[in-house]
T-cell receptor, first 116, second 116 residues
Framework: GAVVSQHPSWVICKSGTSVKIECRSL??????MFWYRQFPKQSLMLMAT?????????EQGVEKDKFLINHASLTLSTLTVTSAHPEDSSFYIC????????????FGPGTRLTVL | EDKVVQSPLSLVVHEGDTVTLNCSYE??????LLWYKQEKKAPTFLFML????IEKKSGRLSSILDKKELFSILNITATQTGDSAVYLC????????????????FGKGTKLSVIP
């Protein structure tokens, strides 16, 4: 159990376009999900906390108008990178908190975004 | 200033060697410390350490937490090429921190390369 999926796995887009990344908890409900960003050879950096039914909480330095997060259901959170630029190219990973497993976080497989 | 510091940053060993990875932290009030292994995609969970001095073991991997000295180590014995990965440690905030109760603070990781 406790599987988290992300879609797409890899996306290449042109500068200025918007990209939506989905994070789904497949076999459990997650009121809280997290979005991380990882640049090459660096660790995971938390971008925002996504709470079902309420606004996301963004970490310092993360533009909320650029990285739109929607957590419309207990199994789905989406991250939309608006007007993407090459510097947004990164590996985006989500995680979902499963209350039934001592609040352990389960990570999705990640989405690699390349902006040309 | 980093709250979770891992060392070394990178390590190259031969198959069969034993390695010790270090994680020191400045956070004094936390619920648990987690170790993850990250290969090409998302991190996979290794250990959760809550109590000081109690070793957790899984096959050739073991880990222990020292809350007094504020560090944890991850040991890998008889390393194999499949152990090559980035190993991340993260601390979990205490309960009652609201939505922040689930946020992980990651170290930058130790990149382990095991050569035949």
């Amino acid at each position: 159990g406790a599987v988290v999926s992300q879609h797409p796995s890899w996306v290449i887009c042109k500068s200025g376009t918007s990209v939506k990344i989905e994070c789904r908890s497949l076999d459990f409900q997650a009121t809280t999900m997290f979005w991380y960003r990882q640049f090459p050879k660096q660790s995971l950096m938390l971008m925002a906390t996504s709470n079902e039914g309420s606004k996301a909480t963004y970490e310092q330095g993360v533009e909320k108008d650029k990285f739109l997060i929607n957590h419309a259901s207990l199994t789905l959170s989406t991250l939309t990178v608006t007007s993407a630029h090459p510097e947004d190219s990164s590996f985006y990973i989500c995680s979902a908190v499963w209350v039934g497993s001592y609040n352990e976080q389960f990570f999705g497989p990640g989405t690699r975004l390349t902006v040309l | 200033e980093d709250k979770v510091v891992q060392s070394p940053l990178s390590l190259v060993v031969h198959e069969g060697d034993t390695v010790t990875l270090n994680c020191s932290y400045e956070v004094t009030n936390f619920r648990s410390l987690l170790w993850y292994k990250q290969e090409k995609k998302a991190p996979t969970f290794l250990f959760m350490l809550t109590s000081s001095g109690i070793e957790k073991k899984s096959g050739r991997l073991s880990s222990i937490l020292d809350k007094k000295e504020l560090f944890s180590i991850l040991n890998i014995t008889a390393t194999q090429t499949g152990d090559s990965a980035v190993y991340l440690c993260a601390v979990v905030p205490p309960r009652g921190s609201g939505a922040g109760s689930y946020q992980l603070t990651f170290g930058k990781g130790t990149k382990l390369s095991v050569i035949p």
